[in-house]
């Protein structure tokens, strides 16, 4: 086994910029050569259990062959075709399942390649629903503290604006209006009347159902959902739920809306959405924000349409996730995780420097009292044989809902490890 780095890092290195990273003094990343259920195998040869399934994105594991197959398929058949004025199959196919498996009239899917452009796609939906209705001035967005919903300029307006990773441009953008989730009646009563004074500009309320992933692994309960649900109606203001995080299982329902038993009137999706095999988002309308674009005026359309739209492969990836996910089988897996999880990591609460320890679903975490230094932890977990890349102050895993408990022991108790509680 050797530690050397291969060739293609140290000759490549001075040419690739890395995300959210100090170029200066960031340790050399893990160079990976293959993949697999939920290992990674780096170019050393040492083998890593993942704990994070790729940002959250290979929910089946790495490599699964009913989705592999489905992309060597569709690979010889046609990789991409442009989607302005062309059809195929595996978009047509995908767009009918997913407004199939969304709960009420989320019927209107349109694809995009990357998570943080549904969320702009969503925006831009909201806006242009109140321009095509004669409607002047709904020109902001009501956004939560604690949330994420991307890293591009517009997505970046609708983060949390200290705890986010863009607190660097607050001053250049357009401050959108932040507001606390209503977790109790004074934190109702406290929206409400926020919403009361800015009803007039605001076009839609937005938020990460469940669990705000990016912004710290924060978890909200379901009646949250129905109280967002109710002022928006109560304010005639449009809803979106960000599920790039929580779609596919991740809390333990297929969508986070289902365990609230209401709908927004527009939900993005992508992370999970391809298994992890290729980029690929969607931002679903419901009838009404659709209804409000059809018109004989071809001014009142949508006008979006990013080059790699609906990618052909990404969607026959996606079509077969769906397969996956048909089978049921995630149900019994996400509770089994979500128990392995809570076992596995209680020991951590009450340590030393350790704030909380929460489970929601297949999402497990350790929030440290502060922050965590990020290189330093992922060489010492990857030393142990797994890999783990905190944020901030929060160590969490989101593995693969298919990782075997003997893997989710490993990757718990490396945690406990660092929390000073191995037994
Ligand atoms: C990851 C994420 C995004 C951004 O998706 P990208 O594909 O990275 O652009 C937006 N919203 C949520 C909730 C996310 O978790």
């Not at 003094?25 to 890593?48: F, I, K, N, Q």
């Not at 990773?165 to 109790?184: C, R, T």
């Not at 109702?188 to 926020?194: F, G, H, I, K, R």
């Amino acid at each position: 086994m050797s530690t050397a780095a291969p060739s293609w890092l140290e000759s490549g290195a001075p040419f690739v910029w890395r995300p959210y990273c100090q170029m200066q003094t960031a340790r050399p990343p893990l160079a990976v050569a293959r993949t697999y259920g939920s290992r990674l195998v780096l170019e050393d040869g040492r083998e890593l259990v993942d704990g994070l399934a790729s940002w959250w994105t290979a929910c089946h594991g790495y490599n699964h062959p009913h989705i592999a197959d489905a992309v060597r398929r569709q690979l010889g058949l046609a990789p991409h075709v442009m989607f302005g004025g062309l059809a195929h199959e595996p978009a047509y196919r995908l767009a009918q399942r997913l407004a199939a498996l969304l709960p009420g009239d989320l019927d209107h899917v349109f694809f995009a390649e990357s998570g943080s452009v549904s969320v702009e796609i969503a925006m831009k939906m909201a806006l242009q629903f109140w321009i095509n209705r004669g409607v002047t001035g709904r020109t902001r967005f009501l956004a939560f503290r604690g949330g994420y919903h991307g890293d591009t300029l517009a997505t970046m307006t609708v983060c949390d604006p200290e705890e986010g990773m863009h607190a660097l441009f607050a001053g250049v953008l357009p401050p959108q209006i932040m507001g606390s989730l209503p977790v109790d009646d004074a934190g109702l009563a406290a929206l409400d009347a926020q919403l009361a004074a800015h009803a007039h500009e605001v076009a839609a309320i937005l938020v990460e159902p469940l669990a705000q992933g990016a912004g710290g692994m924060l978890f909200h309960d379901a009646a949250v959902l129905r109280r967002l649900r109710a002022l928006a109606d109560r304010h005639d203001i449009l809803l979106i739920f960000d599920e790039i995080f929580t779609g596919f299982g991740r809390t333990g329902s297929l969508f986070a809306m289902q365990a609230a038993g209401i709908e927004p009137d527009i939900v993005t999706l992508s992370k999970a959405l391809t298994g992890g095999t290729l980029p690929l988002s969607a931002a679903v309308a419901n009838r009404r924000v659709f209804e409000a674009f059809l018109s004989d005026d071809p001014g009142a359309a949508l006008m979006h349409g990013p080059t790699y739209m609906a990618n052909p492969l990404a969607c026959a990836a996606a079509n077969a996730s769906l397969d996956l996910f048909e089978t049921g089988a995630w149900r019994s897996d996400v509770a089994r995780i979500s128990a392995e999880l809570a076992e596995g990591l209680a020991p951590c609460r009450g340590r030393p420097g350790v704030a909380d320890v929460r489970v929601l679903g297949a999402i497990g975490v350790v929030e440290w009292e502060t922050p965590v230094d990020v290189g330093g932890l992922c060489a010492a977990f990857a030393d142990l044989g797994v890999w783990i890349r905190p944020m901030g102050k929060v160590v969490y895993l989101t593995p693969a809902l298919t990782i075997s408990s003997g893997d989710l022991e490993r990757l718990t108790s490396a945690i406990r490890r660092l929390a000073g509680a191995l037994d």
